[in-house]
């Protein structure tokens, strides 16, 4: 998957490896900003369920 997204992008290979960096920092900052706060409001990751 990710030597796909690699051969994909365009530019030279220092130029891939920033653009890499900074999609993974995108992915990073929509995962806790959204999708995180999200799941913990919505799931019911807490309740026990052994009595």
């Known amino acids: 998957m990710y030597s796909a997204l690699f051969?994909?992008?365009p530019g030279p290979t220092w130029f891939k490896?920033?653009?890499m960096m900074i999609l993974?920092?995108?992915v990073i900052v929509?995962?806790?900003g959204w999708v995180f706060p999200?799941?913990?409001?919505?799931l019911p990751i807490s309740e026990n369920t052994v009595g």
């Open 7 to 9: 051969r994909r992008l």
């Open 17 to 19: 490896i920033i653009e």
């Open 24 to 26: 993974a920092a995108l």
């Open 30 to 32: 929509v995962l806790f």
């Open 38 to 42: 999200w799941a913990a409001e919505n």
